[in-house]
């Protein structure tokens, strides 16, 4: 007996969306299957942060099919907390009064409920995840005191902390080092394997990419390529930075 | 000395004015640690002047003039908030035009009400002698009210103000929060006038929670830090503006800005 496939965690179907009448994204189609690592690319503009933002239930309504764990993005209710974001620009005040363990604890707060201060369950589950990006000995360090690449691996623990099976991040190289870019994403590979996890990450890095993740899916507003991340080639990246019809000169 | 102390206890007015001192100062303190983290200092201050409008209707019309002031701080905290939600960048403006449009509604209607429009003063710059026995119950009720809520949504409002968009995709209620804030805000406010006056109530939601700021960096401490402050610079204030025969919300307004500057100094902000 063959075994049925196991539904895709992400199942997007001629997905298209507007944002004051001008498109954003236009018929775009793809899945994601269970334990993938997939890169998200395209330029500046190109829709990439509108997909994540469709898919977290945060954009709507849009025109097409969105499934996300089996289920719409603006009715995922409990299973919210399967799904851990890290977001793409940090607008966070620097002299923020938290420490890096209050904000991976914060993580937390949607499953204690409200009326309810986080237990010792809580901060050992908090614990946990740093220690899984390598920040447990500046657990108690202010967050604005530590380095762009060491926030964003306490932004990780805070994704990590409710244990989801599903791992979005919105361009987490952003302002990193290229040894910070490198480390981060060995660390994403090592998590997909140890916590079962399957990642969705947009970056600007097609390089690193390319090189590290299993799958890609390219968006210039349509979408241009999804596919294993070997059949990428300099000839597709070219058609994915190119100017989108609707941007070019006289259009 | 003692004896104008121990005379000062003995009085009715003064116990009254305490009791309900500790409740504002209380109250305005916790949600202040807030106000300070969002930056909703100018949205208080907006709010706060809208009272004024309320106060000077309330009269107009002869109800009381708290129940003016709240119902106008009501009314302006969910139009900033709506304002605000459409479009972004409207807040800082909204509120410019709320505020003058409220301070002008005042006056128009101090205009129409011919005679002297007594008591406004103590609306506008707090009043020692303001707290009557009958507004002790509403006041701990409100007080009440505002300890609950914080309580109960005390650790949401915390991931709210570090990172809304995270807090957002996590499931926590932004929204709410925010006119929840601009309620609670709204509600200190029209029981903070009472004693301070509309014009100088919005130091009450600001200068606790920034003076504690600069003491410490631990949210478990900077609440309690925080009312500490509020309620100590609301009995000292008191305390002098009985003593001084001035008016309380200034002295008040005084004591919490020298605590605010000393501990700008500690903190080595300063230097």
Redesign the interface.
């Known amino acids: 007996m063959i075994a049925k496939p196991e539904p895709p965690i992400i199942d997007v179907r001629h997905l298209s969306f507007r944002r004051n009448g001008r498109i954003v994204l236009h018929d775009v189609s793809f899945e994601i299957r269970e334990h993938e690592l997939v890169g998200l690319i395209g330029p500046n503009g190109g829709g990439k942060t509108s997909l994540l933002q469709t898919l977290?239930g945060?954009l709507h309504p849009y025109e097409g099919q969105v499934q996300i764990l089996g289920r719409e993005p603006q009715h995922?209710d409990n299973a919210?907390?399967q799904i851990g974001?890290v977001?793409q620009t940090?607008?966070?005040?620097r002299d923020?009064?938290?420490?890096a363990k209050?904000?991976v604890l914060?993580?937390t707060?949607?499953q204690?409920g409200?009326?309810k201060?986080?237990g010792a369950k809580e901060k050992a589950q908090a614990y946990e995840a740093l220690e899984q990006v390598g920040m447990r000995d500046r657990a108690s360090r202010?967050i604005g005191r530590l380095s762009g690449g060491e926030q964003q691996r306490v932004?990780i623990a805070?994704a990590l902390v409710s244990h989801p099976r599903l791992l979005i991040l919105d361009e987490p190289t952003a302002g990193v080092d290229r040894e910070g870019e490198e480390s981060l994403i060995r660390l994403l590979t090592r998590l997909k394997t140890e916590s079962d996890l399957t990642i969705l990450m947009v970056s600007h890095n097609v390089s690193l990419i390319r090189s590290h993740t299993d799958r890609i899916v390219a968006l210039n507003r349509d979408l241009i390529f999804a596919g294993a991340a070997s059949g990428l080639t300099d000839q597709v990246i070219a058609e994915v930075y190119h100017p989108h019809p609707a941007e070019a000169p006289g259009a | 000395m003692l004896d104008r102390l121990s005379d000062m206890l003995s009085l009715a007015f003064m116990q009254r004015a305490f009791l309900g001192g500790v409740l504002v100062g209380a109250s305005c303190a916790f949600l202040s640690v807030f106000v300070v983290?969002r930056r909703l200092a100018f949205v208080s201050q907006g709010v706060s002047h809208a009272a004024f409008g309320g106060v000077a209707l309330a009269v107009l019309v002869g109800v009381n003039p708290s129940l003016g002031a709240l119902v106008f701080s009501v009314g302006t905290a969910l139009a900033i908030g709506g304002v605000s939600r459409r479009r972004s960048w409207v807040e800082d403006s909204s509120i410019g035009i709320f505020l003058a449009v409220s301070m002008a509604l005042g006056l128009l209607f101090l205009g129409l009400k011919h005679g002297s429009a007594t008591g406004l003063y103590g609306y506008l710059f707090g009043s020692i002698l303001s707290i009557l026995p009958s507004d002790l119950p509403w006041m701990i009720g409100l007080t009440l009210l505002v300890f609950v809520v914080l309580?109960?949504?005390?650790?949401?409002l915390?991931?709210y103000v570090?990172?809304?968009?995270?807090?957002?995709?996590?499931?926590?209620p932004v929204d709410g929060l925010y006119f929840g804030l601009l309620l609670l805000l709204a509600v200190t406010i029209s029981l903070g006038m009472k004693l301070v006056g509309a014009i100088l109530v919005t130091a009450l939601l600001v200068i606790p929670g920034a003076t504690a700021?600069f003491l410490?960096?631990?949210?478990v401490v900077?609440i309690p830090l925080s009312i500490a402050i509020g309620v100590l610079g609301v009995l000292i204030g008191l305390t002098l503006a009985y003593l001084g025969n001035v008016s309380p919300g200034a002295s008040i307004v005084m004591v919490l800005f020298l605590g605010f500057l000393a501990a700008f100094f500690m903190s080595g902000r300063g230097s």
């Not at chain 1, 923020?96 to 420490?99: K, V």
């Not at chain 2, 309580?151 to 949401?156: D, L, R």
């Not at chain 2, 570090?162 to 499931?171: L, Q």
Request: charge should be positive.
């Open positions: 977290l945060v995922l919210r907390g974001y977001a940090k607008q966070f005040d923020f009064p938290a420490r209050d904000v914060m993580g707060f949607p204690i409200f009326g201060l986080p202010p932004f805070q | 983290l309580f109960v949504f005390v650790k949401e915390y991931f570090f990172d809304e968009t995270m807090a957002r995709v996590a499931g926590v700021r410490t960096s631990n949210i900077l």
